[in-house]
């Protein structure tokens, strides 16, 4: 009888353990994910976002036209079914999915588009998004169709037209709730300011899995505002949260070491770190020292004696890759893969120098004049990884003679003197790249940009070089053939690398941390890396 | 001299000892890059390990030590001397004198020390060698420092000015000179070096405050704040607990700097 018992509380204990199993299983719906925030969000409006943790807030709410698919980089219908790209790249026709809601109940229609499109274009609304459009002087049309069917035409061709929508999340012309009103997988629903943000469930999306089974699996993301990264890296160890979305090679080393099962290095990423000289014609420097920094045999030298090798290594212990350029291998169609990262060489760039009529004495370098070459490189203070490859870099070049100081400031004291005194030599600082289009970096390589850091808002281009870039940056933004804008940007690419008036040094890789408790994460290296299938992702 | 000071002299004579022969000890120097072994434990060959580009941390501690323990009394000189000329003066000499200097210290007092040190040192050149940069940094620390210890002359001063020994030295015709040179700085004497050693342990704090900020000494060169730096996002004493090591040695000289102060109050007490 015993051992019928015994058998018999067995059976009754597998039971229960195929029920709990069951209820695991089934158990994709629901749950909260927890994850940080850096900074706190400064909008909610999807129209008016610039900032990181707005970001953030619009791609879990926003339902856009058309979505970049992270892992294949090719665009994907969303709100659109279809939609047709004029051949001058100044029109767009969108064919809309029916019976959609917003996330109050308001119907989604044309309208909506229409309405978002104005006010993007609303010069009084100042929106960053929308500054990607403005090619031209001039005012958007659109024309309503059919509920279904939008035509929307811009005053001037606009590149990579149809890929610039992944950024424009569609907001309600009609709804009493404007902007909270949304199409996207999640909503907000409660906002503590400098605590958190909750997102809840969009009971109105319209998306659902191949089974037919309501998309999100989760009931809702809590997003606490947490600017320490020790913090984070803490609270995720102790299971408070559930991913880290862009670690720190340090912090990423530091949890591969313990828990290796939990942290993915997806490769380079779009950001670069580069160096610069001063090129600017009225900044306060010696004229013997615009000269250096004017001269390409000079700045090319200067790269070829940085290790690059050395700065991935140690730096960012492994996690990051020598720089060919502006682009990185992770943007797959627009990075010219007939460049490579510039090899260390301190002797083949003394000997440029020498040429150039620098001469080496006791171990120091000066110029034709006598003038000894000092210089120094400016970095952002907090900054770790910069400070670690700022020193890297001091006795790199002083192994050609070249006496570097390194001096930290603070963010906004740097950005002034690059933007408004030019009081500087050399900076060290890096560039995010959130978006795949050469278009969006116009800003950085026409001449006549407020970004183009080495020598911004020239009247007329002061270099040949420099006048072929922003030819060829025009012809690829006035393209619709992508071979021809593909062409025109390996030409861009190839001119930076000759001329190295941005001297990139390495591209980081995209390192993140997941839980095991979240089903469906496949972290990537574009941006939002761990998250970008959020409406896919369920807790174990 | 009771045997907490005599162990506060010894741990600092030690210490300045090991600072002066870091040429000797780490002959490789502090800006050596093994960059093939960064961020090591504690060897053979790098005794404290290696930074986090491949540096020799013993070499960068006992260097930074030697900066620190030079420089930081020099900087304590220099405030002590503007203090011992805005205070003591103006407490002897009183009068307009003294609300003059006591009100330009109550204005330096009420400025937010960090900020203006900050901000100063934003201001200055960028093109400043690591060793200008050391010298910058306490130049600006003694020039900006000599508040409080002004404020304690000037009381200090202010009472010897009426005390009755001086009366009756002017009473008999003495000269202010001779009177000061003979009757009222030998008695602020004590005063002030207690002031010059309080200092010491202020500006080595000082400087470790603005290293950790990125503002102090300039890279290769190290110093404590410098040194300090590296304990920033480390969450646990047993994760690498030789990187502590600077931070033990700053509380150790300063700890045997108040030791001694307060020895030295309590004698002349």
Same mark, same amino acid.
């Given at each position: 009888? +015993?051992?019928?018992?015994?058998?018999?509380?067995?059976?009754?204990?597998?039971?229960?353990?195929?029920?709990?199993?069951?209820?695991?299983?089934?158990?994709?719906?629901?749950?909260?994910?927890?994850?940080?925030?850096?900074?706190? &969000?400064?909008?909610?409006?999807?129209?008016?976002?610039?900032?990181?943790?707005?970001?953030?807030?619009?791609?879990?709410?926003?339902?856009?036209?058309?979505?970049?698919?992270?892992?294949?980089?090719?665009?994907?219908?969303?709100?659109?079914?279809?939609?047709?790209?004029?051949?001058?790249?100044?029109?767009?026709?969108?064919?809309?999915?029916?019976?959609?809601?917003?996330?109050?109940?308001?119907?989604?229609?044309?309208?909506?588009?229409?309405?978002?499109?104005?006010?993007?274009?609303?010069?009084?609304?100042?929106?960053?998004?929308?500054?990607?459009?403005?090619?031209? &002087?001039?005012?958007?049309?659109?024309?309503?169709?059919?509920?279904?069917?939008?035509?929307?035409?811009?005053? #001037?061709?606009?590149?990579?037209?149809?890929?610039?929508?992944?950024?424009?999340?569609?907001?309600?012309?009609?709804?009493?709730?404007?902007?909270?009103?949304?199409?996207?997988?999640?909503?907000?629903?409660?906002?503590?300011?400098?605590?958190?943000?909750?997102?809840?469930?969009?009971?109105?999306?319209?998306?659902?899995?191949?089974?037919?089974?309501?998309?999100?699996?989760?009931?809702?993301?809590?997003?606490?505002?947490?600017?320490?990264?020790?913090?984070?890296?803490?609270?995720?160890?102790?299971?408070?949260?559930?991913?880290?979305?862009?670690?720190?090679?340090?912090?990423?080393?530091?949890?591969?070491?313990?828990?290796?099962?939990?942290?993915?290095?997806?490769?380079?990423?779009?950001?670069?770190?580069?160096?610069?000289?001063?090129?600017?014609?009225?900044?306060?420097?010696?004229?013997?020292?615009?000269?250096?920094?004017?001269?390409?045999?000079?700045?090319?030298?200067? %790269?070829?004696?940085?290790?690059?090798?050395?700065?991935?290594?140690?730096?960012?212990?492994?996690?990051?890759?020598?720089?060919?350029?502006?682009?990185?291998?992770?943007?797959?169609?627009?990075?010219?893969?007939?460049?490579?990262?510039? &090899?260390?060489?301190?002797? #083949?760039?003394?000997?440029?120098?020498?040429?150039?009529?620098?001469?080496?004495?006791?171990? +120091?370098?000066?110029?034709?004049?006598?003038?000894?070459?000092?210089?120094?490189?400016?970095?952002?203070?907090? %900054?770790?990884?910069?400070?670690?490859?700022?020193?890297?870099?001091?006795?790199?070049?002083?192994?050609?003679?070249?006496?570097?100081?390194?001096?930290?400031?603070?963010?906004?004291?740097?950005?002034?003197?690059?933007?408004?005194?030019?009081?500087?030599?050399?900076?060290?600082?890096?560039?995010?790249?959130?978006?795949?289009?050469?278009?969006?970096?116009?800003?950085?390589?026409?001449?006549?940009?407020?970004?183009?850091?080495?020598?911004?808002?020239?009247? %007329?281009?002061?270099?040949?070089?420099?006048?072929?870039?922003?030819?060829?940056?025009?012809?690829?933004?006035?393209?619709?053939?992508?071979?021809?804008?593909?062409?025109?940007?390996?030409?861009?690419?190839?001119?930076? #690398?000759?001329?190295?008036?941005?001297?990139?040094?390495?591209?980081?890789?995209?390192?993140?941390?997941? %839980?095991?408790?979240?089903?469906?994460?496949?972290?990537?290296?574009?941006?939002?890396?761990?998250?970008?299938?959020?409406?896919?992702?369920?807790?174990? | 001299?009771?045997?907490?000071?005599?162990?506060?002299?010894?741990?600092?004579?030690?210490?300045?000892?090991?600072?002066?022969? *870091?040429?000797?000890?780490?002959? *490789?120097?502090?800006?050596?890059?093994?960059?093939?072994?960064?961020?090591?434990?504690?060897?053979?060959?790098?005794?404290?390990?290696?930074?986090?580009?491949?540096?020799?941390? $013993?070499?960068?501690?006992?260097?930074?030590?030697?900066?620190?323990? /030079?420089?930081?009394?020099?900087?304590? /000189?220099?405030?002590?001397?503007?203090?011992?000329?805005?205070?003591? @003066?103006?407490?002897?000499?009183?009068?307009?004198?003294?609300?003059?200097?006591? *009100?330009?210290?109550?204005?330096?007092?009420?400025?937010?020390?960090?900020?203006?040190?900050?901000?100063?040192?934003? /201001?200055?050149? @960028?093109?400043?060698?690591?060793?200008?940069?050391?010298?910058?940094?306490?130049?600006?620390?003694?020039?900006?420092?000599?508040?409080?210890?002004?404020?304690?002359?000037?009381?200090?001063?202010?009472?010897?000015?009426?005390?009755? $020994?001086?009366?009756?030295?002017?009473?008999?015709?003495?000269?202010?000179?001779?009177?000061?040179?003979?009757?009222? $700085?030998?008695?602020?004497?004590?005063?002030?070096?207690?002031?010059?050693?309080?200092?010491?342990?202020?500006?080595?704090?000082?400087?470790?405050?603005?290293?950790?900020?990125?503002?102090?000494? !300039?890279?290769?060169?190290?110093?404590?704040?410098?040194?300090?730096?590296?304990?920033?996002?480390?969450?646990?004493?047993?994760?690498?607990?030789?990187?502590?090591?600077?931070?033990?040695?700053?509380?150790?000289?300063?700890?045997?700097?108040?030791?001694?102060?307060?020895?030295?109050?309590?004698?002349? !007490?």
């Amino acid at each position: 009888m +015993k051992r019928l018992a015994a058998v018999s509380n067995s059976t009754r204990a597998l039971g229960l353990g195929l029920i709990f199993l069951v209820t695991v299983a089934s158990a994709q719906n629901g749950g909260t994910l927890r994850f940080c925030l850096r900074t706190e &969000p400064k909008t909610f409006d999807p129209l008016k976002v610039e900032d990181e943790a707005s970001v953030t807030i619009r791609y879990l709410t926003g339902g856009v036209l058309v979505r970049m698919n992270r892992q294949t980089q090719a665009l994907e219908p969303e709100l659109a079914v279809s939609w047709k790209v004029s051949k001058d790249t100044k029109q767009i026709t969108f064919k809309l999915r029916t019976g959609l809601s917003f996330s109050d109940g308001t119907p989604f229609s044309a309208e909506d588009v229409a309405y978002t499109v104005q006010r993007l274009m609303d010069p009084e609304l100042h929106s960053p998004t929308g500054d990607a459009f403005r090619s031209g &002087p001039g005012s958007v049309q659109t024309k309503i169709v059919s509920p279904a069917e939008i035509i929307i035409t811009f005053p #001037a061709p606009v590149a990579g037209l149809d890929r610039q929508f992944d950024q424009v999340a569609i907001v309600s012309a009609h709804s009493p709730k404007k902007e909270t009103a949304v199409l996207g997988p999640f909503t907000v629903a409660e906002y503590k300011p400098g605590a958190s943000v909750l997102l809840k469930r969009n009971p109105y999306y319209w998306k659902a899995d191949a089974k037919g089974q309501k998309l999100p699996y989760l009931d809702s993301i809590q997003l606490d505002i947490q600017p320490n990264r020790d913090i984070e890296l803490l609270r995720f160890r102790k299971g408070e949260i559930d991913l880290i979305n862009s670690l720190d090679s340090d912090n990423f080393d530091k949890l591969a070491g313990s828990t290796p099962q939990l942290v993915h290095d997806a490769g380079p990423s779009l950001d670069s770190e580069q160096l610069w000289f001063n090129q600017v014609a009225r900044a306060p420097l010696p004229p013997y020292k615009k000269a250096w920094f004017r001269s390409t045999v000079f700045r090319r030298a200067v %790269s070829e004696a940085i290790n690059r090798a050395d700065l991935s290594r140690v730096v960012f212990r492994g996690h990051a890759q020598p720089a060919a350029g502006p682009f990185s291998p992770a943007n797959k169609f627009w990075f010219n893969a007939n460049l490579k990262p510039q &090899p260390y060489a301190p002797d #083949a760039a003394l000997k440029a120098l020498a040429a150039e009529g620098f001469l080496m004495q006791g171990g +120091k370098l000066k110029d034709k004049e006598g003038n000894e070459v000092v210089f120094s490189l400016v970095t952002n203070s907090g %900054s770790k990884p910069r400070e670690r490859m700022a020193t890297m870099i001091q006795e790199d070049l002083e192994k050609i003679g070249m006496k570097v100081n390194v001096v930290t400031l603070d963010f906004p004291s740097l950005i002034e003197r690059i933007t408004q005194t030019f009081d500087y030599e050399a900076i060290l600082l890096g560039l995010t790249n959130v978006g795949l289009d050469p278009n969006e970096e116009m800003n950085v390589w026409l001449s006549s940009s407020e970004n183009h850091q080495w020598n911004p808002q020239q009247k %007329s281009p002061e270099t040949e070089w420099e006048a072929e870039i922003d030819r060829l940056m025009r012809a690829q933004a006035s393209s619709s053939d992508p071979k021809k804008r593909k062409e025109s940007f390996d030409r861009v690419q190839q001119i930076v #690398a000759e001329q190295a008036p941005f001297i990139f040094l390495v591209n980081k890789n995209a390192l993140s941390a997941v %839980s095991p408790s979240v089903h469906g994460a496949n972290p990537v290296v574009l941006v939002p890396q761990t998250y970008w299938n959020a409406e896919q992702l369920s807790l174990k | 001299m009771s045997i907490w000071r005599r162990v506060g002299c010894v741990v600092l004579l030690l210490v300045v000892g090991v600072s002066l022969a *870091a040429s000797w000890l780490a002959p *490789a120097g502090y800006a050596k890059q093994y960059r093939e072994s960064p961020g090591a434990p504690p060897s053979r060959e790098h005794w404290l390990g290696t930074d986090e580009i491949g540096r020799d941390r $013993f070499a960068r501690v006992v260097y930074g030590t030697r900066i620190s323990l /030079l420089l930081a009394p020099a900087a304590a /000189l220099v405030s002590t001397l503007m203090a011992a000329f805005m205070g003591g @003066l103006a407490g002897y000499l009183g009068g307009t004198w003294e609300r003059l200097a006591m *009100a330009a210290t109550d204005v330096f007092l009420s400025l937010p020390w960090l900020f203006l040190l900050i901000t100063v040192r934003a /201001l200055l050149p @960028l093109n400043v060698s690591p060793i200008l940069s050391v010298l910058v940094t306490f130049c600006m620390l003694g020039l900006l420092g000599w508040t409080a210890a002004a404020r304690v002359l000037c009381a200090t001063a202010g009472s010897l000015r009426s005390a009755d $020994f001086i009366r009756q030295a002017r009473a008999s015709g003495m000269s202010e000179r001779r009177l000061f040179w003979i009757h009222v $700085f030998p008695n602020l004497k004590p005063v002030l070096f207690a002031q010059f050693w309080i200092s010491i342990p202020t500006f080595i704090l000082s400087e470790a405050n603005l290293g950790i900020l990125g503002l102090g000494v !300039a890279e290769p060169m190290p110093s404590w704040g410098g040194l300090l730096k590296e304990l920033e996002g480390l969450v646990s004493l047993r994760e690498e607990p030789w990187k502590f090591v600077p931070l033990l040695l700053l509380v150790v000289v300063v700890t045997s700097f108040q030791v001694m102060l307060s020895d030295q109050q309590e004698v002349n !007490a």
